[in-house]
């Protein structure tokens, strides 16, 4: 059976709540990100990609040098547990279809991000 931490990346970047929507679009760009974790202490509160940061800022016509990114978040994100079964994973996602999945550990602390390309073949 492979274990998410088989295959997942422990090569994760995560942006605080507090950080501005700028911060995080430009840190984005800079990791080549779409979407990017929002932690505190560690711990995964949420995920804001690019587009929620693009539309809702101009939508809202919020500031993005003073918006933070805890307003933009999607709060409570589809996310896995690292010693968690990879096939309990893909079977949990109700339809769902993300690409990347957050990974954390019992204490609910970022330890990797699982990208969903296809069946795990190796560990990484």
């Known amino acids: 059976m492979t274990m998410v931490s088989e295959v997942m990346s422990r090569a994760v970047r ?8 700028e911060v995080a679009a430009r840190a984005m760009d800079e990791w ?12 995964l509160l949420g995920v804001v990609t690019a587009r929620d ?8 016509g919020l500031p993005p040098s003073s918006t933070p990114v805890g307003y933009l978040m999607s709060a409570n994100p589809f996310w896995c547990y690292e010693d968690q079964p990879y096939d309990e994973v893909l ?6 279809l993300p690409r990347r999945i957050p990974v954390v550990d019992r204490a609910r602390r970022l330890v ?5 390309g296809g069946t795990p073949t190796s560990p990484r």
């Open 112 to 116: 990797g991000m699982l990208s969903l």
């Open 53 to 60: 940061i693009a539309v809702l800022t101009v939508a809202r």
């Open 14 to 21: 995560a942006v605080s709540p507090h950080a501005s929507a």
């Open 91 to 96: 079977q949990s996602m109700d339809g769902r």
């Open 32 to 43: 080549g990100l779409a979407f990017v974790p929002v932690c505190e202490d560690g711990r």
